[in-house]
């Protein structure tokens, strides 16, 4: 049974910094494209990040390109999301997904394995 779950939120000013993580389990990480989606209230559920398990390319959306680093250690079968310079538009719950194809889709529909999520918010 596949297992994701997801921790490192919370609430922070604008301008800071939080690092998510994702522990997997129940599947071979090494084989699985990891991505980053979030989901705000009333909104759709967005791509956020991506990394891919078999060239370890990444690829971000444009609103946190240059904000947020997507990283993995295969060791621990972790995925982690750094997310500096916070903004109150990113308040959203993040959640961790993962997918067998050798490729980052932006839409949760390429994904197979959810996590609960971890709510972020920014506020002053």
């Known amino acids: 049974q596949v297992q994701l779950v997801e921790s490192g939120g919370g609430l922070v000013q604008p301008g800071a910094s939080l690092r998510l993580s994702c522990v997997s389990s129940?599947?071979?990480?090494?084989?699985?494209?990891m991505g980053w989606f979030r989901q705000a209230p009333g909104k759709e559920r967005e791509f956020v990040a991506g990394?891919?398990?078999?060239?370890?390319?990444?690829y971000y959306a444009d609103s946190v390109k240059g904000r947020f680093t997507i990283s993995r250690d295969h060791a621990k079968n972790t995925v982690y999301l750094q997310m500096n310079s916070l903004k109150p538009e990113d308040t959203a719950v993040y959640l961790c997904?993962?997918?067998?194809?050798?490729?980052?889709?932006?839409?949760?529909?390429?994904?197979?394995?959810w996590g609960l999520g971890t709510q972020v918010t920014v506020s002053s």
């Open positions: 997904a993962a997918s067998p194809q050798g490729f980052i889709g932006n839409y949760p529909r390429e994904y197979s394995s």
């Open positions: 129940g599947l071979t990480f090494t084989r699985h494209t």
């Open positions: 990394s891919i398990w078999n060239s370890g390319s990444t």
